[in-house]
């Protein structure tokens, strides 16, 4: 009999699989506790294994060079290294700067980049709107030079969106 | 949608109880079973996390925070045209039978429904558009569309975001993007799904093939099959995996190819099924209408298997057709609290798979 992975005591009746890439997760649940995390409901949402995942990022995996000295305490939230390492959720948006340099590292493992592409907030649009493609030509030649060919890949089609997408616009086309 | 009855109806009702009332009598647009790829793709969602500078995130904040953040969020919603009729539902004025028929709808998470303490919905009367204020972030925004419509959900989805970021002051780093308590939502705090109904490639047992097919496509499938049998409702949601170094465009590019693929190998799968194991699909889709006409006590959980299989029978032939609107509508309306509402009582376990099986025989008219 293989008993459930939350309480430990009935047997598990539902098998949840979860694939990151290769990786399988396997998690055994009983009813009650598929019913409590909303697993009886077919659209419910599913509990998050990332957040044990980012446990297993941060402590062991960060290396000590990367990692922040000291018992450090967020000045916005109070919340301290070893509260984001037991739950995996950080307090404030201050955090952020708190714990960077963990950070950096720990986001880098999760996405592969630490450094954010996407869109801004309305406030912060304008000039920054449109990134500087040259910027991101030497960028690719940098990521290229240290062999991480993700990240080339990845700019190289950011590039190539943007040429296009500019090429349009110049022809008056949306 | 936005007839002048609708909007006096969603006005004079105030309070959380009356919008419950409203949603009741309302299923959500994006049960109809429309869009393309429906008979396959049931749903398409996108879901934007958002917090607010200078407050901490709910989960570390007292509650005065938390309860300026029900109010900043309020106003900017009641002053902008972004949630036209939108229902406004505070959770804590909510029985937890009520929280969960929201949670059913998906109108809320499971953890907002157990943390119900200064957090709120707000959603319009068709359920498509909706934001979730103090659950894991400040604010989760969500579109949800019928069938494989990503960019239509996407684009509902973000302009949403461009009127309340025009009234919020989101929290956002030119690093790290928009921050959210948690680091897999950090960057875009995006998150793309889309729910597919794969019972061909399932009964072929060819689901984890398709899936190492997507290996390194920085996506997530989740599925739940219970032990012993293979068929439990056969419903896979697939999002990205990713949300920070990535273009918004990207990631929809992303599933949506994946979406895409999904469809073509499931199709094909049950063109392979209908033509290499006859009898088993046969003997599957008529054991389940057999069971939809005569079990007794159905679970939710069964019920999902057993409507996988019916739904396969129909859009195969083999069954007369049924309604796919029906079929979907009841993936929502017999879950335990929709069907307690219904009901007009709270139900045990065993009056409730009763009430679920003569339910949903007299609903699907088999
Ligand atoms: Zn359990
Ligand atoms: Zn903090």
């Given amino acids: 009999m293989i008993v459930c992975d939350l309480c430990g005591v009935n047997p598990a009746t539902l098998k949840l699989t979860q694939v990151i890439n290769d990786e399988h997760t396997e998690l055994h649940l009983c009813k009650q506790c598929a019913e409590e995390k909303g697993l009886g409901i077919p659209f419910g949402a599913l509990p998050s294994t990332f957040g044990a995942m980012i446990v297993g990022f941060l402590g062991a995996q960060v290396p000590t060079s990367a990692r922040t000295v000291g018992s450090l305490k967020c000045a916005g939230c109070g919340i301290t290294k070893e509260d984001f390492e037991r739950t995996g959720l950080l307090g404030c948006a201050q955090c952020y700067e708190t714990f960077r340099e963990d950070l950096k590292f720990i986001l880098r493992r999760i996405h592969g980049s630490n450094k954010h592409i996407g869109m801004r907030p309305p406030s912060l649009r304008g000039a920054m709107e449109h990134p500087d493609i040259e910027q991101l030509r030497r960028q690719l030649q940098e990521a290229v030079a240290k062999e991480e060919f993700e990240e080339a890949a990845r700019l190289r089609d950011l590039i190539t969106d943007l040429e296009t997408q500019r090429g349009r616009s110049k022809h008056g086309e949306r | ?366």
């Fill in chain 2, 1 to 366: 949608m936005g007839s002048d009855e609708e909007d006096k109806e969603a006005q004079a009702r105030t309070g959380a109880n009356a919008a419950v009332a409203v949603l009741e009598g309302r299923l959500c647009a994006w049960l109809d079973g429309s869009g393309p790829e429906a008979d396959i793709i049931i749903t398409s969602r996108v879901r934007l996390a958002r917090n607010l500078q200078g407050l901490r995130f709910p989960g570390a904040a007292p509650a005065e925070e938390r309860e300026s953040v029900c109010s900043q969020v309020a106003a900017a919603i009641a002053a902008s045209r972004a949630l036209p009729q939108s229902l406004h539902l505070r959770l804590d004025e909510l029985s937890a039978l009520d929280r969960r028929f929201l949670m059913e709808r998906r109108l809320v998470s499971p953890q907002s429904a157990e943390r119900p303490e200064h957090a709120a919905v707000f959603a319009d009367l068709a359920q498509t558009l909706a934001v979730m204020v103090n659950e894991e972030d400040h604010l989760r925004l969500q579109a949800i569309a019928s069938g494989l419509q990503i960019e239509e959900a996407w684009e509902a989805v973000r302009t949403l975001d461009d009127e309340l970021g025009e009234r919020l002051d989101y929290a956002f780093s030119e690093q790290f993007g928009y921050l959210t308590a948690c680091p897999t939502n950090t960057g875009t705090g995006m998150r793309v799904s889309i729910f597919a109904h794969l019972p061909a490639l399932a009964l072929l047992e060819e689901v984890d093939k398709a899936l190492k097919e997507f290996a390194g496509s920085e996506i997530t499938v989740r599925g739940f099959y219970g032990e012993g049998s293979r068929v439990q409702g056969n419903i896979f949601q697939i999002s990205n995996q990713l949300t920070l170094g990535r273009a918004e465009k990207a990631i929809i590019k992303r599933v949506r190819g994946i979406a895409e693929r999904v469809v073509a190998l499931e199709r094909e799968a049950r063109a392979r099924l209908l033509h290499q194991r006859p009898l088993r699909v046969r003997d599957l889709v008529y054991r389940a209408r057999a069971l939809l006409q005569h079990a007794q006590l159905i679970s939710s959980l069964e019920l999902m298997n057993l409507l996988s299989a019916v739904r396969v029978g129909s859009e195969l032939g083999l069954l007369p057709p049924i309604p796919r609107r029906r079929l979907n509508e009841l993936l929502v309306i017999a879950l335990p609290a929709h069907l307690q509402k219904r009901a007009g009582k709270e139900m045990d376990n065993e009056e409730r798979d009763a009430y679920r099986a003569q339910f949903v025989r007299e609903y699907l008219g088999v």
